[in-house]
Each structure stands twice: as structure tokens, then as C-alpha cells.
DNA sequence: GCCGTTTTCGGCCCGACTGTTTTCAGTCG
């Protein structure tokens, strides 16, 4: 059983464990566990078959036990028997806003109820109000969460959350008092997709702000309005966009407590909690209001002194993982992170002579416009005709456009390449002496996404072995909220790329974002080289490099790691070098 | 259930808010 598939059972068990009222630390230990499995870099069965796991911070004796029989057997008896003795629907019910563990079982035992469905006919004849503890605010609240359930998938991906985010952020600007503003939460540390939106202010007199949030142009429903805290549920189409729900909560702190709320509300949760364990060892006192020892507050302007107090060096929002960044950060040894003016051109853009919207020279001139020195223009190969695949006479036809056009491009190159086609069996929809005719290929699978995972995984190392292919573009074909990827091991995958020195694509597309930052964590400490490619098939698109940024930020990636920093008259050797070294080393063909 | 530069036992974040109460339990982040 894979790892995924053993984290959503590990996080199942802390929920069953939940509602049967055991230690609350002891489900929390589920949970984190669960999360630990997610983000593990490398390959669950290697740890498993050397005895690894307990190495695995969150990961003990017991877990490790558990998550080994699951790994190998795919049956875990302490999981079958709690479901058989939990009635499957409390887990749909604990999720319900306003229902926790606690209500959820109430409910079950008073009521018999043990589905939504019996739970939605409870509180339509009012039986949910008359239990001890309820009451009928909570029975309507039930009620609008089944409704909400059938209407809206939890996340949002990044890109439609930070329009909407940025819309309020405009209207909340304008309210008088506000000295500080800010985004926290997942969308500051850069998730590729968004539960909700959370929001830090400052300000001596928070009233005008809660009042103003409470009524902002997007907001369909107030959850929960205090002194300092607001909860609402947005809807985009007040903005002018389709119909996209989103919750947002604004809390508002005095302004010598910005530092520390900021900290606190952008997390992640695991981050904050090691990060507090520190500040107790150096026998300080953290929270999101303050940092103190035993008789004084420790005043910290901004999250960079609070790092500096805290022995450590800042550490970005998009590391904030507890994935080794606070050791790092205390060791002074945190990478400097790429960023998006550290990116020189990039390599995989279509054109309308394939299925893009535009010219070359448009695409080229859009490129140019953002700042950048080079760009790879990569149609679609042969096979993919119906995304208008180039035959090699086209191929030669557009090689001869693009020399016209770097002809009299000054200081600006266009490079020739294709995004060919990995057909079922791994080879490549051209033939080699088509191939070398490019000055790079990019490789990607775009048909008969249901192999077995180890005929994917077989398939896709033959095509980053070929000595021609440069980069692997978009290694698992998911797209977010969609549908997921391709079965692969991108384990075995990244060693192959690093073994022939293939780079591999971080797809800056925010409808697909693969690589994801855990596997590019795992390629840089391979030694695999990324790459950042917006898949653009309009002139805008170009500009969506930035989320493939975030991507490499959150994989800890520097420039060395990534391929289109590299200044243009760098470029052309390095396309040329993985041939020649393949030349040069047949072994490695 | 996990973890250890004060601990192999005893901590593990805790404050805001709501809805139900009439002083507080449960949820949430």
C-alpha cells in the first residue's frame, strides 16, 4: 500500500479514536503521524524493509509497527475493528462545522443517528434541537453545513484564492486605523491549494475593521463576529468571477503584537510548535500575542527579530514546514531560496502552431516584455493530434521561422525545442536524427494515462534515459481538485533523471504545480536539476512562472538548482552537454 | 502515541468565540 493511501487510514484512526472519547494527545499522535507519512521524501518501502521508520520525527515504536503492516500487507486489524465498531457515517458527520467529536457522538447514542442523511431528517423534525447541549442556532447550522457539503469542494487552488484574497486585502486597505495588513495561513506559506483565507491587521481600534469585513462586497454569510476575530464565507461571483466559495477569518491585534500573530497565524501548525518548543528550551514564553521570559515581554518589531531573538536566521513562509527548516535556520545553514527575478527565460510555452493561442514572435515579445533573456518554444509532437502535433516537415518549417526571428532579435533568443510525446512503451514520437534537430526536448506523457504503476514507471524511465531528451515536462499529469495523476513512482523516476543527468520540469501551471514540493525537495537532494515552465498557451501565461517559484521555494531549491537561472550564453552549452556526455559515456544510453 | 541538553514519566498551546447555559463545554484554528 502506498503512503498516501496509509496516511488518509493513520489520519481515519485519530478521527475514530476521536470520537470514541480516547487521550486527545494519543489522536493527535494519529494525526501527526498521517501528516509525517505526506511530506516523507524517498521510498516507504526502502524504510520499511531496513527498519527506518522510527527514524521519521512523529513516527514511534507503535506507528511504525502500524504503518510497516499496512505497507506491506495493505490490512491493519486495529484499524478494520474500530471501523466495525464506528459507524462509518460519524466520520461525514464530525466534519460538519459546529460538530466535533463530542456532538458527534451525542448524536449517535441520544439519537440513533449515524449518517447524514438520518442526521438531515433529525434536525428537519427538531430532534436535534431538544438534545442536552444543542439548541436550535446549532441545529440551523448543521442544517446550512449539509448544504454546504453538497455544494462546494473544500479547497480552492491558489491562483483563485489569491484573486480573491487580493480583492479584499483593496477594500480592507482603505479602512482608517489599519497600520498593518496581511495574508497569513496557507496562502502566505504558498500551498498549491487553499482552504481558506486568513487575514492578520493591526490596528489600535479593530471595530471599523470587523464591521467593515463583516459587510465586504463578497461575503454571503457571517459565521462568527467577536471583538477582534470575524469569520465569513466569500463568494467570488461578487467579484465578477463563477460561483467559488471560500471561508476567510480576519483577527485583529494591537500593533507590538503584529510579530508574533503573524508568526502564529501563517504556521504551519507543525512549524509553530517545534518553533515554541524552542522558545522553551531557551526558557522563553511564545503565543501570538507576545514573546517573554519570566518578568519581561520581549519586544519584536517584525518575524525577522523574533527569529533573531529565537537564535535563528528568517525563515521564509513558504519553508515553514517543520520539514528541518528550524535546524537549518539555528545552524545559520538555510539555502537562499530562488526567486522569481532569478529566473533568466524558460523552456516549455506553445504557439498557435500547435494548441497555443499565439505567434512565436507574440510569445516572444511577451517574454521579453516580463523581463526575461530566452524562450523555449516546445509545440506538441506527431502523435497528439488534437493538439494540432507538428510532423518533422512542419518541425523543420517552424526551425526556420524561429532562425528568421532570432535573426533580428537583439539580445533576446528564441530556442527550439518540442514537447514530445512518451508514447505507451516509453519511446519517442520522433526519431532520433528529428530529435537532435531541436536544441532541447522536453518529454511528457499525454495518453493512456491507466498503465499499471509500474508500466508508467517503466515507461517514463526509458524516456528520461534517451540521451536526447533534456527535461521531463509535467511528471504526473494531475490536475488539482480534478483528477489525479498518472500512477508513478517518481521515486524511481528522480533517481533515473539524476543517474542520466535529465532535468525534470516544475509545471508553474497552477492547475497542475507538478513536480510537488515534496518530490522537489527529494530531486535537489538527488542531485536532479529543475527546471520552472509555465506550459503557457497565451502570451499571459508566461507569467505564471510565479507559482512554479513557490513550488521550488517550498522544495528548498537555490538557483544553482535550477536550470533557467542560468544566464543566456550559458544556456546553449549545458542544452548540448547531456548529449555529448551521453556521447562520451554509452553506458548511459 | 510521541518525545527527552531539566524528564523513560509526564507533558503535549491555548485563546476566541458560540451556543447553551446561568458559569461553561465544545469547537476551531
Known amino acids: 500500500m502506498e503512503k498516501d493511501q496509509i496516511a488518509l487510514i493513520l489520519e481515519e484512526i485519530g478521527t475514530l479514536l476521536e470520537i470514541r472519547g480516547e487521550n486527545s494527545f494519543r489522536c493527535q499522535a494519529y494525526h501527526a503521524g498521517a501528516r509525517a507519512l505526506r511530506q516523507l521524501e524517498g521510498d516507504l518501502s526502502a524504510l520499511v524493509r531496513e527498519k527506518q521508520l522510527q527514524s521519521v520525527p512523529g513516527i514511534g515504536k507503535t506507528l511504525a509497527e502500524k504503518i510497516s503492516t499496512l505497507a506491506v500487507t495493505g490490512k491493519l486489524d486495529f484499524y478494520e475493528e474500530l471501523r466495525a465498531a464506528t459507524p462509518s457515517g460519524l466520520l461525514q458527520i464530525v466534519r460538519l462545522p459546529s460538530v466535533g467529536p463530542k456532538k458527534a457522538m451525542t448524536i449517535y447514542q441520544q439519537l440513533g443517528v449515524s449518517d447524514i442523511a438520518e442526521l438531515k431528517a433529525a434536525c428537519l423534525d427538531s430532534r ?5 447541549g444543542f439548541g436550535p442556532k446549532t441545529q440551523k447550522k448543521i442544517l446550512e453545513g449539509i448544504e454546504f457539503l453538497g455544494q462546494v469542494g473544500q479547497r480552492v487552488r491558489i491562483d483563485q484564492a489569491e484573486a480573491i484574497a487580493r480583492a479584499v486585502l483593496d477594500e480592507l486597505a482603505e479602512v482608517p486605523g489599519v497600520i498593518r495588513i496581511e495574508l497569513c495561513g496557507s496562502l502566505r506559506r504558498r500551498r498549491e491549494t487553499i482552504n481558506d ?12 475593521l470587523m464591521e467593515r469585513f463583516a459587510r465586504l462586497r463578497g461575503v454571503v454569510e457571517v459565521i462568527g463576529k467577536g471583538d477582534t476575530k470575524c469569520s465569513v464565507t466569500l463568494d467570488r461571483n461578487r467579484y465578477g468571477g463563477a460561483s467559488l466559495r471560500i471561508n476567510a477569518d480576519l483577527r485583529v491585534v494591537r500593533d507590538d503584537q503584529f510579530a508574533f500573530a503573524l508568526h502564529y497565524f501563517t504556521g504551519s501548525k507543525e512549524h509553530n510548535v517545534a518553533v515554541r518548543a524552542r522558545a522553551q528550551k531557551m526558557g522563553l514564553k511564545l503565543n501570538e500575542y507576545e514573546l517573554a521570559d519570566t518578568n519581561r515581554s520581549i519586544p519584536c518589531k517584525d518575524e525577522a527579530e523574533l527569529f533573531q531573538v529565537l537564535g535563528m536566521d528568517y525563515i521564509s513562509p513558504e519553508m515553514r514546514e517543520n520539514m528541518g527548516e528550524i535546524e537549518a535556520a539555528a545552524a545559520r545553514q ?16 506553445h504557439t498557435n502552431w500547435s ?28 502523435s497528439l493530434t488534437i493538439a494540432n502535433g ?6 523543420r518549417i517552424q526551425h526556420a521561422e524561429i532562425d528568421r526571428l532570432n535573426s533580428r532579435m537583439n539580445g533576446f533568443r528564441i530556442f527550439k525545442g518540442t514537447e514530445c510525446d512518451i508514447l505507451p512503451d516509453g519511446g519517442l514520437d520522433f526519431t532520433d536524427d528529428v530529435l537532435a534537430s531541436f536544441d532541447y526536448v522536453v518529454a511528457s506523457v499525454h495518453s493512456h494515462f491507466n498503465q499499471s504503476e509500474d508500466e508508467m514507471t517503466t515507461r517514463i524511465i526509458r524516456a528520461v534515459s534517451h540521451p536526447l531528451v533534456t527535461m521531463l515536462g509535467h511528471s504526473t499529469g494531475r490536475v488539482l481538485l480534478r483528477r489525479d495523476g498518472y500512477k508513478v513512482n517518481l521515486e524511481q523516476v528522480l533517481r533515473a533523471a539524476a543517474r542520466h543527468g535529465t532535468m525534470v520540469e516544475i509545471n508553474a501551471h497552477p492547475q497542475r504545480l507538478d513536480l510537488d514540493w515534496v518530490h522537489c525537495k527529494r530531486a535537489k537532494s538527488l542531485g536532479v536539476g529543475l527546471v520552472i515552465n509555465p506550459d503557457a498557451h497565451r502570451t499571459e501565461e508566461i507569467g505564471l512562472l510565479r507559482f512554479g517559484i513557490d513550488v521550488a521555494r517550498r522544495g528548498w531549491l537555490e538557483m544553482k538548482n535550477v536550470f533557467n537561472t542560468q544566464a543566456i550564453d550559458q544556456i546553449a552549452p549545458l542544452l548540448r552537454y547531456k548529449a555529448s556526455r551521453a556521447i562520451q559515456s554509452p553506458q548511459l544510453a
Open 197 to 208: 483565507l486568513d487575514i492578520l491587521a493591526s490596528s489600535a481600534d479593530p471595530g471599523p
Open 334 to 349: 538555510l539555502p537562499r531560496l530562488v526567486c522569481l527575478e532569478d529566473l533568466q527565460g524558460t523552456f516549455h510555452c
Open 355 to 382: 494548441d497555443g493561442a499565439a505567434t512565436i514572435e507574440e510569445m516572444a515579445e511577451a517574454a521579453r516584455a516580463l523581463g526575461l533573456k530566452y524562450l523555449g518554444i516546445a509545440d506538441h509532437s506527431q
Open 128 to 132: 436535534v434541537a431538544s438534545l442536552k
Open 390 to 395: 507538428l510532423t518533422p516537415d512542419r518541425v
